[in-house]
T-cell receptor, first 113, second 115 residues
C-alpha cells in the first residue's frame, strides 16, 4: 500500500496564479479530507468528501478555493487566484470508517510570492 | 460540539526519562480518541486509538495512552523517552455516533527529548 499520495511536494508561484494540488487516497477508503497547516493557525480542515460527495466545505477560506473529487481515486484542491497568505502546507488524508485512523499524505508546501 | 485541548505547547524531557503529553477532550456521548505524530516535512502519522475496552491503549514506537472518562483525558505516555521521539504530537477526537465525520484535532504539543 503506497499510502496517500500528494503532488507536487513543493509549489512556488507568484501572486495571482492558479495553483492545483492533487491527491490520490488509499484504495478502498470512503472519505477524503483536505487540511491546511500553518504556524499561526495550526491544522485547519478545509473540506471533506464521503463517497466522492462534498459534505462540508465550511472551512474553505473563500471563493478562491475550490475542491473536486471526480472519482474515488483522485481529488484536487484549486486556488485561483493565489495570494501570499495562502502559503502553507496542504495535507490530504483518507479514512475507511469512522473508527479507523486517518491516513495523511506528506503534504504540498505552497509558497506564494 | 467537539473539542480537544492540549494545554502544553512544548514539553521537554531528558532522554531515558518518562514522558507525558496531555490531552483533554469534550464530546457528546462516547468518543473515538486518537494520537498522531508529525516529524519534520512529513504528514501526520497514526500512533494509537481508543474506541472501547481497556482504558490503557498501546501503540506504535512504545507509546501508550490512558483513557480517563471521569477526567475526559487521554494522555500520551512513554516509559523511557528517546531523542528520536522529538516531534509534534496531536490528539484528536470524534464522537462515537457521528459517522465518518472529520476528526477534531488539538493544536499540537512539541516534544523535545534532550540527550
Amino acid at each position: 500500500d503506497a499510502g496517500v499520495i500528494q503532488s507536487p511536494r513543493h509549489e512556488v508561484t507568484e501572486m495571482g496564479q492558479e495553483v492545483t494540488l492533487r491527491c490520490k487516497p488509499i484504495s478502498g477508503h470512503n472519505s477524503l479530507f483536505w487540511y491546511r497547516q500553518t504556524m499561526m493557525r495550526g491544522l485547519e480542515l478545509l473540506i471533506y468528501f464521503n463517497n466522492n460527495v462534498p459534505i462540508d466545505d465550511s472551512g474553505m477560506p473563500e471563493d478562491r478555493f475550490s475542491a473536486k473529487m471526480p472519482n474515488a481515486s483522485f481529488s484536487t484542491l484549486k486556488i485561483q487566484p493565489s495570494e501570499p497568505r495562502d502559503s502553507a502546507v496542504y495535507f490530504c488524508a483518507s479514512s475507511q470508517t469512522a473508527g479507523s485512523p486517518l491516513h495523511f499524505g506528506n503534504g504540498t508546501r505552497l509558497t506564494v510570492t | 460540539a467537539q473539542s480537544v485541548a492540549q494545554p502544553e505547547d512544548q514539553v521537554n524531557v531528558a532522554e531515558g526519562n518518562p514522558l507525558t503529553v496531555k490531552c483533554t477532550y469534550s464530546v457528546s456521548g462516547n468518543p473515538y480518541l486518537f494520537w498522531y505524530v508529525q516529524y519534520p516535512n512529513r504528514g501526520l502519522q497514526f500512533l494509537l486509538k481508543y474506541i472501547t475496552g481497556d482504558n490503557l491503549v498501546k501503540g506504535s514506537y512504545g507509546f501508550e495512552a490512558e483513557f480517563n472518562k471521569s477526567q475526559t483525558s487521554f494522555h500520551l505516555k512513554k516509559p523511557s523517552a528517546l531523542v528520536s521521539d522529538s516531534a509534534l504530537y496531536f490528539c484528536a477526537v470524534r464522537a462515537l455516533n457521528s459517522g465518518n465525520t472529520p476528526l477534531v484535532f488539538g493544536k499540537g504539543t512539541r516534544l523535545s527529548v534532550i540527550p
